[in-house]
């Protein structure tokens, strides 16, 4: 391109000569003539022709192929993205409950840290959708407002209420057997949880119907305490009563994750409480101890029980209620009429 031109390639500078052979006064690309460009190129109809062939001169032949991922790697992926995602491979949906402030984002932050890093023991980092969402939340640069979705969030997820969750993506290569999974993980506000709990308002958590694996996220430190112990322990019991019942007897797995490990090391008694708390509301749960932190590194590495908890996710499912259990008929016995006489 000349400095009078804006036509890539052209030299009239130096040769006097147009490259789209138009006399160089009245060619519309020449910067002096730009003012005049409009009527010049009026005035000049054949002009026009040639100048509509030039704009495509150096263009790729060929349109660029859409292969490319439809999601917008810097957030979130919505709901849509996320059946997107399932329609073309295998996820699996974990769903996140626990209070505000137990450390359910702290758990994503620490297992993206710790992947990212190549020490999520027994795991690789293989994908991710969603890399700068991870980013965000490793810096804790995502907050939620009130239990308000983040506005990215929101714009991004499309949905009419604005409450829908946003999900982190991620694919991990097992390295023992070179199993791939990939996980579905929503970050979503505590709020979402009491309010389940205290009301059984369940609109927005609708996609825990899909969860193979939930985690209750617990602090540790209430836990611990013995003031607050008893009032937390009954609340799993409720939750759990409240996800029967939203999931409509769906099997899927539960586990209940205690964080603060550093501070509180989980006491079995107290386990055993929440199990048999669990028991007394018909649920039934692994309980894994996690500091996705850590106050005493030296003690309790932060990142702490982060791989058992993804070994039980991505473990496999539970087994399936037994649809009709099979009963071996008496010789000439009606079985079918006589099971519908028992029901
Ligand atoms: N020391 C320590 N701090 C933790 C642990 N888990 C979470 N936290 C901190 O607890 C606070 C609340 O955690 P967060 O993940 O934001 O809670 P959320 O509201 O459930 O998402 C944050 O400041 C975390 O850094 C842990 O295991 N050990
Ligand atoms: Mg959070």
Known sequence: MSSSCRFDGCTVDETGVCALER???????????????????DAQDGDEALSGFGDRLGAPVLDQPR??????????????????????????????????????????????????????????????KSLAAFEDIARGARDWNKGKAPEQMTVHTELAD????????????????????????????????QALVNSAQSDRLDFMKSAETI???????????????????????QLARRLD?????????????????????????????LQAELARHGAEAEIVGVAPFSDKPNE????????DLINLTAGKQPDRPIFWRSTEPAESSRAYLKHRRDR
Request: charge should be neutral; charged fraction near 20%.
């Open 300 to 307: 309790v590495p932060a990142g702490f029980g982060i791989a």
């Open 67 to 128: 292969g490319a991922s439809a999601f917008t790697s810097s957030q979130t992926l919505g709901l849509a993205d996320l059946n997107a995602l399932m329609a073309t491979r295998y996820v699996k949906v974990v769903g996140i409950l626990g209070d505000p402030e137990s450390g359910k984002t702290a758990c994503l932050a620490s297992l993206y840290l710790l992947v990212s890093h190549a020490k999520l023991e027994g795991w690789s980092f293989a994908d991710s």
């Open 162 to 193: 604005d409450h829908g969750p946003g999900f982190l993506h991620l694919r991990l290569v097992r390295r023992s057997d070179g199993r791939r999974v990939d996980l579905a993980l929503p970050d979503i506000p505590g709020e979402w949880t």
């Open 245 to 273: 019942t939203m999931l409509d007897g769906r099997a899927f797995r539960l586990l209940v994750v205690v964080t603060h490990q550093d501070l509180h090391v989980l006491d079995p008694n107290v386990a055993h409480r």
């Open 215 to 237: 985690w209750i996220v617990l602090d540790g430190r209430s836990l611990a305490d013995i003031e607050k112990r008893h009032g937390l322990i009954a609340r799993v019991g």
């Open 23 to 41: 006399a160089p006064l009245n060619c519309s690309n020449r910067i002096s003539n730009e003012a005049a460009g409009a009527t010049s190129a």
